[in-house]
């Protein structure tokens, strides 16, 4: 469970092609970055991997069943935004039982994992609360724990700290590493911050322009980029 693999996947817009053959193999826990320019193609992938987006072309398989045409619920993935999109009107319980609620779980049920996911994001004593009267980084924090109650074997993070502030950046990043390390999870994290690349990645995966400039650990990418994109984004400038 939780392997995920890319076979030449392509995704066009129109005239316009964004992915350009993208091949990959990520392993089950594996938390792989993907880092790029703004425009360079990330979140669209990301959204193909999560069935937001029709593949162009190419397979894409999760846990070993190709996806192209499995509708989003039925991936067993949960992808967190940039923009927590939670319903203002609403308590933080109901907000982290609100995909539960979906899949009509029991109130027992529901109870049990909203409870779980609140104690593994220190956020057990902010259920009764609006999202209204949460900082920033608790109200990211309820937006993942929104993903944990699915209990996904990924997790797709699409620049989940980027409205926050250096501080608060800094602690969840501490936070989401010890989130997988808990839930044992893979994990596959989109940003342009090199920072969070290098101290967060097993792996990272630099995009340029809708193709993979390279794949490694944060120190062979930093010792040995293989291009300047590379080294001018994240490696080593010596
Ligand atoms: P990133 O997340 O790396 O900033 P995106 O994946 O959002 O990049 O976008 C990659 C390219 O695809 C950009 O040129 C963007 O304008 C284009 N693009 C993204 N979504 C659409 C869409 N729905 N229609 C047309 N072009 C799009
Ligand atoms: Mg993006």
Same mark, same amino acid.
């Given at each position: ?58 397979? *894409? ?8 045409? $499995? ?28 995909? $539960? ?7 027992? $049920? &529901? ?7 609140? /104690? ?52 969840? /990043?501490?936070? $989401? ?12 994290? &989109?940003?342009?911050?090199? &920072?969070? *690349?290098?101290?967060?990645?097993? /792996? ?35």
């Amino acid at each position: 469970m939780g392997e995920l693999r890319l076979d030449d996947v392509r995704k066009s817009f129109g005239n316009l092609e964004v992915i350009k053959g993208v091949s990959l193999d990520i392993s089950h826990g594996e938390f792989v970055v993907f880092v790029g320019p703004s425009g360079c193609g990330k979140s669209t992938l990301l959204r193909m991997i999560a069935g937001l987006e029709e593949i162009s072309g190419g397979t *894409a398989e999760i846990s070993g069943k190709t996806v192209n045409n $499995l509708p989003p619920v039925e991936r067993g993935i949960a992808m967190v935004f940039q923009s927590y999109a939670l319903y203002p009107h609403m308590s933080v319980y109901e907000n982290i039982a609100f995909p $539960l609620r979906v899949e009509k779980l029991s109130n027992d $049920l &529901v109870e049990q994992k909203v409870h779980q996911a609140a /104690r593994i994001l220190k956020l057990e004593e902010r259920l009764k609360h609006r999202p209204g009267q949460l900082s920033g980084g608790q109200r990211q924090r309820v937006a993942i724990g929104r993903a944990i109650v699915r209990e996904p074997s990924v997790f797709l993070f699409d620049e989940p700290l980027s409205n926050l502030d250096a501080a608060l950046r800094a602690e969840m /990043r501490v936070e $989401l590493a010890k989130l997988h390390d808990e839930l044992d999870a893979t994990m596959i994290y &989109v940003t342009h911050d090199q &920072v969070e *690349a290098m101290t967060m990645a097993d /792996r990272i995966v630099v995009l340029d322009q809708g193709v993979i400039s390279q794949v490694g650990t944060p120190l062979d990418l930093y010792h040995k980029p293989q291009n300047l994109f590379v080294a001018g984004f994240i490696g080593n400038p010596k």
